[in-house]
């Protein structure tokens, strides 16, 4: 199987849910090579955290590399957050990394940071980071976004980009963490209606779903 790339439309969506779903689900090992916003106070809350729990191991600071090799304070785009420490991120070595693990592990996840456009250093994006796993691995995208309002725009924009570039995703996950004013399943509903095939899944925080027929 090829790595499963989980990305989105924006943060603080849903990915890390859908992430260690799916970790759990296909028994997984998981990464997140890039991180933001972590410390060893809060860490027990964090997205590394969150997939070290679902692959089985200790959820402790010191296992974070486990998860994620690159690590910043500031909860801030990479490039940003990079830049505050007086560091920055070796987008080849990033991608070599990647490489390296899907090599040794089958299924491999890999879960990206923010959405889909954001940066990675000073002319790289997400975007960038998952054509270049592409070409080296073939990658299985996933798309997860939002159930607020305004998130059809978001996710078609987001679905365009990916497809213009050949990363159509298997499944858009619609993340629903609470009730919004528009029904869950409307809003899926028109996502399907311009996904052009691409299937939609709805995932409440919290409830039964499965994500597994998709790989």
Request: hydrophobic share 45%; with cysteine.
């Amino acid at each position: 199987m090829p790595p499963i790339f989980v990305t989105s439309s924006g943060t603080e969506i849903g990915k890390t849910y859908v992430s260690a779903m799916l970790t759990r689900e296909l028994k997984a090992r998981a990464i997140k090579p890039l991180v933001s916003g972590i410390d060893e106070e809060t860490f027990a809350e964090s997205d590394p955290a969150a997939l070290l729990a679902a692959m089985g191991e200790e959820v402790s600071f010191a296992n974070a590399g486990l998860v994620s090799r690159w690590r910043f304070k500031a909860a801030l785009s990479p490039d940003m957050a990079a830049k505050r420490e007086g560091r920055s991120i070796d987008f080849r070595e990033l991608v070599d990394e990647c490489v390296g693990v899907a090599k040794k592990h089958d299924p491999l996840l890999i879960e990206g940071v923010g959405g889909l456009m954001v940066p990675l250093d000073g002319t790289h994006t997400v975007l960038d980071w998952m054509k270049a796993l592409d070409a080296q691995t073939g990658l299985a995208s996933v798309l997860v976004v939002g159930a607020y309002l305004g998130t059809i725009s978001h996710t078609l924009t987001t679905l365009a980009v990916m497809r213009a570039e050949g990363l159509t995703p298997r499944v858009i996950v619609l993340s629903e963490k609470e009730p919004g004013p528009v029904p869950a399943e409307e809003t899926a509903d028109t996502i399907a209606r311009f996904s052009g095939g691409v299937p939609v899944r709805i995932v409440p925080r919290g409830g039964a779903a499965s994500l597994r027929e998709f790989f």
